[in-house]
């Protein structure tokens, strides 16, 4: 396929570094889960916008599960990339890393995949480019995506 009738992942990605203050966080120094589930879906909807090139919506965040804390302090980096493209829609699969800038322990504190639909200048669901996969783990990413992307509609399909 070639690159113009599609985009590389390459094309799309993103990274977002943060570092974590009080205003982010509990009384006991932990991040609140809100606060990374915001900068998750902005690092995938950047991602997924830089794609379609177009305005997107939010439409499924798969469940999210947080391994560690997140303290005051530390660096939280959300590495955002494709992994699936549909007629309107696009995954995105989201890293979060945290590090802690002084020790340069670094962690992986979740990963979260989150689907979204492009929008035309009505707010209408607007096609976009297909993914072009270069690689084995692209293309397994992808495959992954698709039974995700299945279920999402079996689930959708009986909450009707």
Known sequence: MSEQNGKKIEHSKVTLSLL????????????????????????????????AQAPVVTVAVDSMTFVEPIHIGEVVTFQAELTYVGRTSMEARVEVLTEDPISAVQRKS??????????????????????????????ARANAAKERQEFRKRQRAKEV
């Open 20 to 51: 974590m203050g009080q205003q982010n966080a509990n009384r006991l120094g932990n991040v609140h889960g809100g606060v990374i589930m915001k900068l998750v879906d902005e690092a995938g909807a950047i991602a997924a916008m830089k794609h």
């Open 110 to 139: 979740n990963t979260a995949y989150l689907v979204y639909v492009a929008l035309d200048n009505e707010g209408r669901p607007k096609s976009v480019a297909p993914l072009i996969l270069e690689t084995a783990e692209q293309m």
